[in-house]
């Protein structure tokens, strides 16, 4: 029904910046919030941030003063600046949105998606 569809992965040395983009598109009433989380191999997944609908954010200590995370309501997106990245930051990013679908004649739920991911590299 719904489906997110991210970009903006790629290598990256120490100190530079990258910018995922992530858009939702299907049978969308609402999108309560969207977020990214990161997968890195033997820790758990993480989340990196989290705006709403009304552009309430948070981040991980880890993403603080580091990344941005924005969204756009009307396309259905949202998008992470990263800058100064760190070796550390490499993993897969997936991008998660919080959806209300229509279930029904005249019924709906909310439901959790979530993206195919996006490998960021960050290596000199």
């Known amino acids: 029904q719904v489906q997110l569809v991210e970009s903006g992965g790629g290598l990256v040395q120490p100190g530079g910046s990258l910018r995922l983009s992530c858009t939702a598109s299907?049978?969308?009433?609402?999108?309560?919030?969207m977020g990214w989380y990161r997968q890195v191999p033997g820790k758990q997944r993480e989340l990196v941030a989290r705006?709403?609908?009304?552009?309430?954010?948070n981040y991980a200590d880890s993403a603080k003063g580091h990344f941005t995370i924005s969204g756009d309501n009307a396309k259905n997106a949202v998008y992470l600046q990263m800058d100064s990245l760190k070796p550390e930051d490499t993993a897969v990013y997936h991008c998660?949105?919080?959806?209300?679908?229509?279930?029904?004649?005249?019924?709906?739920?909310?439901?959790?998606?979530w993206g195919q991911g996006t490998q960021v590299t960050v290596s000199s």
């Open positions: 299907g049978s969308i009433l609402r999108i309560s919030d």
């Open positions: 998660t949105a919080n959806v209300w679908v229509k279930i029904g004649d005249n019924r709906q739920a909310l439901s959790t998606y």
């Open positions: 705006i709403s609908r009304d552009g309430n954010t």
